[in-house]
């Protein structure tokens, strides 16, 4: 792990212990078979995402007049969506696990994106003129991690 350079120790440890679950999970496994289970998991997850996150996205790009080029489904374990400049969004596979109103919030996070590539004032107001709950979705998703 890297930390800049005006991070204390403190910060870095912190960051570590709640980090601890992700940063485990992000490593490859020693047991072939545990290894095994993981790639199988993730099939099934992958399976479940593509017949229903793509049209979720479209659902409220339609809903809310936003217009993107392309949806693709990622599992990095360190984000659970983006948003480049091309207009592509990506969203992770791991949404299928948490709760139907922290999965809409990352969508709709996401899609605000295409409007400000910043998460300044402006970028906030369209995510809460979407999501009301925005901050407590923002909250409680950091109970979870994209990993699997
Ligand atoms: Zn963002």
């Not at 403190?10 to 960051?15: E, G, M, P, T």
């Not at 992000?26 to 545990?34: E, M």
């Not at 593509?50 to 949806?71: D, H, I, M, N, Q």
Request: with cysteine; net charge positive.
């Amino acid at each position: 792990m890297s930390v800049p350079k005006y991070t204390s120790d403190f910060l870095a440890k912190r960051f570590l212990n709640s980090n601890r679950n992700h940063i485990r999970k992000s490593l490859p496994l020693k047991d072939p078979r545990q290894q095994k289970a993981r790639d199988y998991q993730k099939k099934i997850l992958m399976k479940k995402a593509k017949t229903f996150l793509p049209y979720r996205l479209e659902y409220f790009a339609k809903l809310y007049g936003y217009s993107y080029e392309k949806c693709r489904l990622s599992h990095a374990n360190t984000r659970w969506g983006s948003c480049s400049s091309n207009r592509t969004i990506s969203l992770n596979i791991g949404l299928m696990n948490v709760p139907a109103p922290l999965r809409d919030y990352v969508i709709l996070h996401e899609l605000a994106h295409l409007n400000h590539m910043d998460h300044s004032k402006a970028f906030w107001a369209e995510v809460g003129s979407h999501d009301k709950l925005y901050k407590t979705h923002e909250k409680k998703l950091k109970h979870f991690s994209p990993g699997i």
